[in-house]
């Protein structure tokens, strides 16, 4: 690993990766949600032979289809990122984060890739069935590739299922399921779909009313809110039962992190919920980086010791607990940590050193203490640390983490009810007739969008300053190379990505305006 790190090049490849993981996000919810949606309004066909609804499919199915080919060239961009900008990270975790991507490349995106011709070009050239069982194939292989590109995400937050090998000088997966069932890829996996899937049910309503407001296709309007309507009401539910078991869980593997979601300094018991809250800059410092305060919240009482604790006399641990330690809670401090890593950091170079002078006993030896769970729980697991210089390097920006989790949770519950008085109104067969709400849920089309980024932001910015929790920080991960190359395809990649979205856009409107041509 290289020791002498420019950090301009450190910052200009996370620029770039969030650059492109920004972009790429957003043409991969609609895909994961509006294709269940068109394999529900396809069931729906077949089994009533109502020809209105195949028409209803097609036009989504146009939409989808823009979407999907736009969605797939940020991805592959996004891949060669690791190696190019990230390869001492790729080379840590490489045999680890390698097998979820192949397994992605060889089962779900053949399976999402093989059918998808299929359900575009398949219409009156193959039976009924078989193109309704495509359709729910593409919907399928869209979720399954999300699901591994989650996983090897999840491993980055909660490192399990490996062993270092100090030969190689990387990690090495030693149970797949381990790694699979990781409780952060779990967690990741269910919240990440069920907010698609909300991203898209907004999106057929959104437009849906929009053809109510110019009065076009009411029939193909109506019908489309109703599978929207209820697939985005069960979907928003779903989204805020796992966005609280994910938070539990961050609340376990990153503590600093859901402190700083909480903008918790001070770890107490009975500790309250922030509903609303607004931050400034506190008197109060860990190290130099200033403490925040609130200049007004709404709090719950309680609350947030019952969510993680499970009763209100659960002591809720703070930032300072986890920077400083806490005695008494049996929590260690950075500086605890950093010695433990140290101490990891000191067994591999005594390995690297036996290693030179082909002391072969001394290697076997060393091996096996790699291989022992007491080393690895006691102190592989701080292995990080080691590069740690002050206690308050851990902490990540509590604004940005703040706000972007709250704003996420605000908008969270407007769709369950905008979804909710959708269907309300549709029933009660007055939807037209309220055109407020309308345009109300034609201008909430972007919010799903901005409420899908803050949840990335939260999780990869509250992350910092790691790349893989406590095992490797983001300056150890970037790779040898100059800035100006970095800053290059930056400029490159930022023109690039804003023309595919500004082309999307602009045919989405413009196929959009036309309507259903069958």
Same mark, same amino acid.
């Given at each position: ?31 994961? *949600? !509006? ?13 009533? *032979?109502?020809?209105?609804? $195949? ?9 989808? /289809? ?11 961009? =996004? ?25 992605? &490349? ?11 011709? @299929? ?9 009924? $069935? ?16 999300? =699901? ?47 907010? /698609? ?15 109510? =407001? ?5 029939? %193909? ?10 697939? *985005? ?9 796992? *966005?609280?078991?994910?938070?539990? +869980? ?17 770890? $107490?018991?009975?500790?309250? !919920? ?12 860990? /190290? ?14 309680? %609350? !947030? ?5 499970? #009763? ?36 591999? +170079? ?25 080393? #690895? ?33 605000? %908008? &969270? ?59 490797? +920080? ?9 800035? &100006? ?9 930022? @023109? ?23």
């Amino acid at each position: 690993m290289i020791e002498n790190v420019d950090l301009s090049v450190v910052d200009w490849s996370r620029a770039q990766f969030a650059l492109t993981a920004i972009y790429h996000w957003l043409f991969v919810p609609l895909t994961l *949600g !509006l294709s269940f949606i068109l394999a529900i309004m396809e069931t729906i066909y077949v089994r009533t *032979g109502n020809e209105e609804w $195949k028409r209803i499919t097609r036009f989504w199915m146009t939409l989808f /289809g823009i979407n999907f080919a736009i969605g797939v060239a940020t991805g592959i961009i =996004l891949e060669f990122e690791f190696g190019t900008n990230w390869s001492n990270y790729s080379w840590f975790v490489g045999d680890i984060f390698g097998a979820p991507l192949a397994v992605e &490349g060889i089962l779900a995106f053949f399976l999402e890739s093989t059918f998808v011709a @299929v359900m575009f070009f398949g219409w009156n050239k193959v039976s009924k $069935k078989f193109h309704l069982v495509s359709t729910w194939l593409v919907a399928i292989g869209a979720n399954l590739s999300a =699901l591994w590109i989650l996983v090897a995400n999840g491993w980055m937050q909660n490192p399990v299922g490996m062993t270092f090998n100090p030969e190689a000088a990387r990690n090495e997966m030693v149970s797949f399921w381990a790694v699979l069932f990781n409780q952060v890829a779990v967690d990741k996996f269910l919240h990440t779909i069920s907010s /698609g899937f909300l991203l898209a049910s907004m999106f057929v309503l959104s437009i849906s009313c929009w053809f109510l =407001l110019k009065k076009r296709e009411a029939l %193909l309007a109506k019908r489309s809110i109703l599978v929207a309507g209820i697939f *985005g009401l069960l979907s928003s539910l779903m989204v805020a039962y796992t *966005g609280d078991e994910s938070a539990r +869980t961050i609340a376990k593997v990153q503590p600093v992190k859901f402190g700083a979601m909480e903008a918790l300094y001070e770890g $107490k018991d009975n500790a309250g !919920l922030i509903a609303i809250g607004l931050l400034k800059d506190s008197d109060n410092s860990i /190290g130099k980086t200033k403490e925040k305060e609130f200049i007004f919240k709404i709090e719950i009482p309680g %609350l !947030l010791s019952v969510l993680t604790g499970g #009763n209100r006399d659960a002591y809720v641990p703070g930032i300072r607990d986890h920077v400083l330690g806490n005695q008494e809670k049996e929590i260690l401090s950075v500086m605890e940590k950093r010695e433990k890593g140290i101490f990891a950091r000191n067994v591999l +170079t005594d390995y690297q050193r036996a290693d030179l002078f082909k002391d072969k006993e001394q290697v076997a030896n060393i091996k096996e203490v790699f291989r022992s769970k007491e080393f #690895n729980d006691e102190y592989f697991r701080y292995f990080g640390y080691a590069t740690i210089n002050s206690p308050e390097e851990v902490i990540p920006n509590v604004p940005i983490a703040f706000y972007s989790f709250h704003l996420m949770v605000i %908008l &969270g519950f407007s769709f369950i009810m905008l979804f909710a008085l959708s269907i309300h109104l549709l029933f009660k067969g007055t939807i037209e007739k309220n055109r407020w709400f309308l345009w109300i849920a034609f201008f909430a089309l972007p919010l799903p969008y901005v409420a899908s980024e803050l949840g990335w932001i939260l999780v990869e910015m509250g992350r910092q300053p790691w790349i893989i929790q406590d095992l490797m +920080t983001v300056t150890k991960g970037v790779s040898n190379i100059t800035s &100006g190359s970095v800053i290059t395809t930056f400029i490159l990649f930022a @023109v690039l990505f804003t023309v595919l979205l500004v082309s999307e856009i602009s045919i989405m409107v413009k196929q959009i305006k036309i309507g259903p041509k069958h």
